[in-house]
């Protein structure tokens, strides 16, 4: 596709429930970071890809945040058992690889509200 | 831990000259990034500096001084639509590119 496609774009979830959020990177690129934004706040590291595997879980919040990424394109985003606090933008963003000088390009975000 | 510090907001003219100033404490320091994020909007990439020194592009600057774990972006001939928040980011050694990013600054310019 022609850019970063991320879906739903917006998410109102009761806390207590599980949530997916899906991201679709630009076609061609191996590398795949998902960002988290509050209200106002910068960019919080989630985690990121190379192809398919995740070297690097560091930013997950709990055990209850977890990512896959299939055919090294789609990835998904779970939060299990909502908690107020999750509620913030999901960014996710492409690079053709995982380089020191390679440009991430984000998606427009899900902003997830948990009541 | 690994910080950036940036301030908050600034308000400029349209027309004028500012600077954005970025300080970081981050180990594994590889080289620093700068994004614009217009309100709602994705963060866009503006320019990466991975040496000492000054990048050009176009009416935008950015440069990096690693002796003074210090970087600043520089926007000359404001227009009205530069009002958008800056983040710098710090990009990470040996850590596939992941970008530790600062809290951002909100850049207000009036007519």
Known sequence: ?115 | GQSLEQPSEVTAVEGAIVQINCTYQTSGFYGLSWYQQHDGGAPTFLSYNGLDGLEETGRFSSFLSRSDSYGYLLLQELQMKDSASYFCAAVIYNQGGKLIFGQGTELSVKP
């Not at chain 1, 879906?7 to 590398?31: F, M, Q, W, Y």
């Not at chain 1, 053709?96 to 991430?104: H, I, T």
């Open chain 1, 1 to 115: 596709g022609a850019g970063v496609s991320q879906s739903p774009s917006n998410k109102v979830t009761e806390k207590g429930k599980d949530v997916e959020l899906r991201c679709d990177p630009i076609s061609g690129h191996t590398a795949l970071y998902w960002y988290r934004q509050s209200l106002g706040q910068g960019l919080e590291f989630l985690i990121y890809f190379q192809g398919n595997s995740a070297p690097d879980k560091s930013g997950l919040p709990s055990d209850r945040f977890s990512a896959e990424r299939t055919g090294g394109s789609v990835s998904t985003l779970t939060i299990q058992r909502t908690q107020q606090e999750d509620s913030a933008v999901y960014l996710c963003a492409s690079s053709l690889e995982a380089g020191y000088n390679s440009p991430l390009h984000f998606g427009n975000g899900t902003r997830l509200t948990v009541t």
